[in-house]
């Protein structure tokens, strides 16, 4: 099985910055990437940001320039650096890790059970 966690949630004014860590742990073989979502009551989850196996990064318009996913040292951690918060960033932030478990195996979605940021004005 394998297991997503975020952490690093909290309230922090607006302004300030606060860094989410993830990290995926289990039987894995490989993981294609992860992903940062968010979401808030009543909307659908958006993703926000993404990091591929290679490295490669993707934001959602309105976070560029304010936030940046990185790996946090071993393959199977990200992180995710936010700054200039504002208070709709708001939100629970979610870590998905796009995985495969075997050598032949296919490739599957797990989440974590979210963090809350709170961003106050």
């Known amino acids: 099985q394998v297991q997503v966690t975020e952490s690093g949630g909290g309230l922090v004014q607006a302004g300030g910055s606060l860094k989410l860590s993830c990290e995926a742990f289990?039987?894995?073989?490989?993981?294609?990437?992860m992903h940062w979502y968010r979401q808030t009551p009543g909307n659908q989850r958006e993703l926000i940001a993404t990091?591929?196996?290679?490295?490669?990064?993707d934001y959602a318009d309105y976070v560029k320039g304010r936030f940046a996913i990185s790996r946090d040292g071993a393959d199977k951690t990200v992180a995710l650096q936010m700054n200039s918060l504002k208070p709709e960033d708001t939100a629970v932030y979610y870590c998905?890790?796009?995985?495969?478990?075997?050598?032949?195996?296919?490739?599957?979605?797990?989440w974590g059970r979210g963090t809350q940021v709170t961003v106050s004005s």
């Open positions: 998905k890790a796009d995985v495969i478990r075997a050598y032949y195996g296919r490739l599957e979605q797990y």
């Open positions: 990091i591929t196996k290679d490295g490669n990064t």
């Open positions: 289990g039987t894995i073989f490989d993981i294609k990437a």
